[in-house]
Nanobody
């Protein structure tokens, strides 16, 4: 079971980034997936989640309207399109797979985690 996140980097406030998460096929197409982030000194927090068939998505208040989660089951890849980035979005972003097929904002429902990718937004 492997999840590999990529696409992070340094961007100015107001800019955009697209994160990707490549997953092993066996764990992807039936699983709800999520993005979480963790800033220095803070707890890991929920960003967005998507159901196995993309029928449902769920966002945190801070990401709603600026971020878009999507997935391509044929490619076993999860995405997070981030627009209008703010300095407070700076964090390590993690993708995660749940044993449930539905969305969830509860990190305890996610059993598999990627290694994280750093997003830094400068002011």
């Amino acid at each position: 079971v492997q999840l590999q996140a990529s696409g992070g980097g340094l961007v100015q406030a107001g800019g955009s980034l697209r994160l990707s998460c490549a997953a092993s096929r066996r764990t992807f197409s039936n699983n709800g997936m999520g993005w979480f982030r963790q800033a220095p000194g803070k707890a890991r927090e929920f960003v967005a989640s998507i159901s196995w068939n993309s029928a449902s998505t769920y966002y945190s208040d801070s990401s709603k309207g600026r971020f878009t989660i999507s997935r391509d089951n044929a490619k076993s890849t999860l995405y997070l399109e981030m627009n209008s980035l703010k300095p407070e979005d700076t964090a390590v972003y993690y993708c995660a797979a749940s044993l449930s097929s539905q969305t969830s904002d509860n990190k305890n429902r996610y059993n598999y985690w990627g290694q994280g990718t750093q997003v830094t937004v400068s002011s």
